[in-house]
């Protein structure tokens, strides 16, 4: 069983930068590829960023390449969400989301453990 807490989420003008953080606890972290998603009052939940087990693969959709930056710290089983040029549209609630074995998997079904979310709230 893999326990997942994220931090870091608050209220940003657009424009502006926070850093997601996500802490894992339970079997090997290493071994997991981890994603992040999000989801926006009244919408579905959508994919935002994944990485690999080692680190050395990531995937972003459109709407956040160039913007967001998944990356990961074994040592410290945690996985971090750098998320600058915030929008309002980023406003949502952001989940971390963890699946045994290789590949970077974009869809939520792929995955086995999910954490309970961190508010990101984007002004204009």
């Known amino acids: 069983q893999v326990q997942l807490v994220e931090s870091g989420g608050g209220l940003v003008q657009a424009g502006g930068s926070l850093r997601l953080s996500c802490a894992a606890s339970?079997?090997?972290?290493?071994?997991?590829?981890l994603g992040w998603f999000r989801q926006a009052p009244g919408k579905e939940r959508e994919f935002v960023a994944v990485?690999?087990?080692?680190?050395?693969?990531?995937n972003y959709p459109d709407s956040v390449k160039g913007r967001f930056t998944i990356s990961r710290d074994n040592a410290k089983n945690t996985v971090y969400l750098q998320m600058n040029s915030l929008k309002p549209e980023d406003t949502a609630v952001y989940y971390c989301?963890?699946?045994?074995?290789?590949?970077?998997?974009?869809?939520?079904?792929?995955?086995?453990?999910w954490g309970q979310g961190t508010q990101v709230t984007v002004s204009s």
């Open positions: 990485i690999n087990w080692s680190g050395g693969s990531t």
């Open positions: 339970g079997r090997t972290f290493s071994s997991y590829s």
């Open positions: 989301a963890a699946r045994e074995g290789l590949g970077i998997p974009i869809s939520q079904g792929r995955y086995d453990y």
